[in-house]
């Protein structure tokens, strides 16, 4: 440990002899990795996010046709753009196909008023569709707002052709 020497003088007294104070730092280590080691083994390590999908029920007969008020089409695209449409198949056009953005919790809205529209609210269905050059991050966000607007009906499908090119006269 630290040491201080005292020695007399030979009129009497005494002085302090002035060598530099060593402090052993060995046990102060030793403490340092106990506590180190006892925080890492008593600390809850965070659980790694997934999202949970869950696979449809494999469906025997014909397939189930969803009217087109009962849900909603979400196309994303590049850097980060999103256009949605509710209209049947053969009224999709120019004009029914409109952009959307991430900012101020506009999906959400946009989900919860075709929700609110729609006239069995139990088996509303969002569509999402990732085009070819869409953002991995904006799938990810999306699936998030799934999870926002507690939509437990929900799936990712390809664009159709008539989409495609109604998506490509939209970005140019």
Same mark, same amino acid.
């Given at each position: 440990?630290?040491? %201080?020497?005292? =020695? /007399?003088?030979?009129?009497?007294?005494?002085?302090?002899? $002035? *060598?530099?104070?060593?402090?052993?730092?060995?046990?102060?280590?030793?403490?340092?990795?106990?506590?180190?080691?006892?925080?890492?083994?008593?600390?809850?390590?965070?659980?790694?996010?997934?999202?949970?999908?869950?696979?449809?029920?494999?469906?025997?007969?014909?397939?189930?046709?969803?009217?087109?008020?009962?849900?909603?089409?979400? %196309?994303?695209? =590049? /850097?980060?753009?999103?256009?949605?449409?509710?209209?049947? $198949? *053969?009224?999709?056009?120019?004009?029914?196909?409109?952009?959307?953005?991430?900012?101020?919790?506009?999906?959400?809205?946009?989900?919860?008023?075709?929700?609110?529209?729609?006239?069995?609210?139990?088996?509303?269905?969002?569509?999402?569709?990732?085009?070819?050059?869409?953002?991995?991050?904006?799938?990810?966000?999306?699936?998030?707002?799934?999870?926002?607007?507690?939509?437990?009906?929900?799936?990712?499908?390809?664009?159709?052709?008539?989409?495609?090119?109604?998506?490509?006269?939209?970005?140019?």
């Amino acid at each position: 440990m630290a040491e %201080i020497q005292i =020695k /007399e003088q030979s009129n009497g007294k005494k002085t302090q002899n $002035k *060598k530099p104070i060593r402090v052993d730092m060995t046990p102060m280590v030793d403490l340092g990795f106990l506590l180190i080691t006892f925080f890492m083994f008593t600390t809850n390590f965070s659980k790694p996010n997934a999202i949970n999908f869950s696979n449809p029920p494999e469906n025997t007969g014909k397939p189930t046709e969803i009217d087109y008020r009962n849900q909603i089409t979400f %196309i994303l695209g =590049k /850097e980060g753009k999103v256009f949605y449409y509710q209209a049947d $198949k *053969k009224d999709l056009n120019d004009n029914s196909l409109k952009l959307i953005s991430f900012d101020k919790a506009q999906i959400s809205k946009t989900i919860e008023a075709a929700k609110a529209n729609a006239p069995k609210k139990d088996i509303f269905t969002v569509i999402i569709k990732p085009t070819d050059d869409a953002e991995y991050k904006s799938v990810v966000d999306m699936l998030d707002e799934m999870t926002i607007t507690r939509s437990e009906r929900y799936g990712m499908s390809e664009l159709n052709d008539k989409e495609k090119e109604l998506y490509e006269k939209k970005i140019q």
